[in-house]
């Protein structure tokens, strides 16, 4: 129920943000709440083959965010 209401707030901020950065970070936002969803769903069925999938989540929000920070702070 959390993760849900944590997703719709996300995606308020990513259709009205303000700026470009909000919406960087709502994504950022989403993706950390898709990872607990995963890690939930895994945990609760006990299934291990979930941990590459988060594993490989993880890198992609990080290696994104600092991209998107590199850009972004050339810009000005």
Do not use: C, N, Q, W
């Not at 470009?20 to 950390?32: E, H, W």
């Not at 594993?55 to 965010?65: A, D, E, K, Q």
């Amino acid at each position: 129920m959390l993760l849900s209401v944590g997703l719709g707030l996300a995606l308020v901020r990513i259709v009205h943000g303000p700026t470009a950065l909000d919406r960087i970070v709502a994504l950022d936002a989403l993706l950390a709440i898709a990872i607990g969803a995963i890690a939930v769903e895994a945990a609760y069925s006990k299934d291990p083959t979930a941990l590459p999938a988060l594993v490989g989540l993880s890198i992609l929000g990080f290696i994104g965010s600092i991209t998107f920070a590199r850009f972004h702070s050339r810009s000005k």
